[in-house]
């Protein structure tokens, strides 16, 4: 993205073939071919809170594979999200995730102090609460500061869409904080309710469309939680057409062919 970014710039527009080249890497599963792009984008644009914060979903999704918790029958099944896992974090991937976590936000943070409506370092901050949450709800397993991040992504999404409405990465914020926790026991649902949480399974799902359809960097992710919303509601056609679209797109990604095959 160009420095500085440009306000009148749309965030299509804006859109790093640096950063395009290293996501595709990422959702291929090449993980160490991810962080060499990232790490040369950002050598690049040193200012760019967005490099750091896509390095950091790097080693979060390396670590996923790590775990098992990208296929979607780890998301078919909620106890899954309560079962004891055999594996545990890797330290290294900890340290890395975390380190680029606080590089990401101490470069947001400068360029919002000169720029309050500065899009790349809005998004790099939804993001980087974001990954924050899911590392912390699904391998940390620390609960309650996983809700907290995911409603403060979930704000700092609504005013980034409110001042960039082009920006479709961002509705990925808000489309799994409603989904994922509508997913939750009613009990449990009331609870994050009452904590500022918003748990809405159609608004959630509608928006997580919006990313499949308009989304740039997200838009793969958005699909695969998509597809397991699909297999959750029985929609198996749906799933797999997701699904062959994804695996035609990225097609060394395992899992995508995986999963096609156990639809088939």
Known sequence: MAIPFSLGVSFAASASAGL???????????????????????????????????????????EFDRLHILQS???????????????????????????QLAHADDLAERRLRAAPNDSDALLASVLV?????????????????????TRRSRKLAERLLAVHPDCSD???????????????????????QMMGNSADREYGLAKLRLVAEHGHYLRPFAELLLVVADL?????????????????????????????????
């Open 20 to 62: 395009d080249d290293g996501y595709r890497a990422m959702y291929n599963l090449e993980f160490d071919a991810a962080h060499r792009t990232f790490a040369a984008y950002a050598r690049a644009h040193p200012e760019d809170p967005l490099a750091p914060a896509s390095d950091a979903a790097a080693w979060l999704f390396a």
């Open 73 to 99: 029958e780890f998301f078919l099944h909620d106890e899954n999200f309560r079962r004891e896992r055999h594996l545990t974090p890797d330290e290294h991937v900890a340290r890395e995730f975390e380190r």
């Open 129 to 149: 609460l974001g990954l924050r949450s899911d590392y912390d709800g699904l391998i940390a397993e620390h609960y309650l500061s996983s809700l907290n991040s």
């Open 170 to 192: 961002a509705w990925v914020a808000i489309g799994v904080e409603n989904y994922l926790l509508s997913l939750k026991p009613v009990a449990v649902r009331w609870f994050v």
């Open 232 to 264: 959750r509601a029985g929609h198996r056609d749906l799933a797999r057409t997701r699904l062959a679209r994804l695996a035609t797109e990225y097609p060394h990604n395992r899992l995508y062919t995986e999963e096609l095959a156990r639809l088939r």
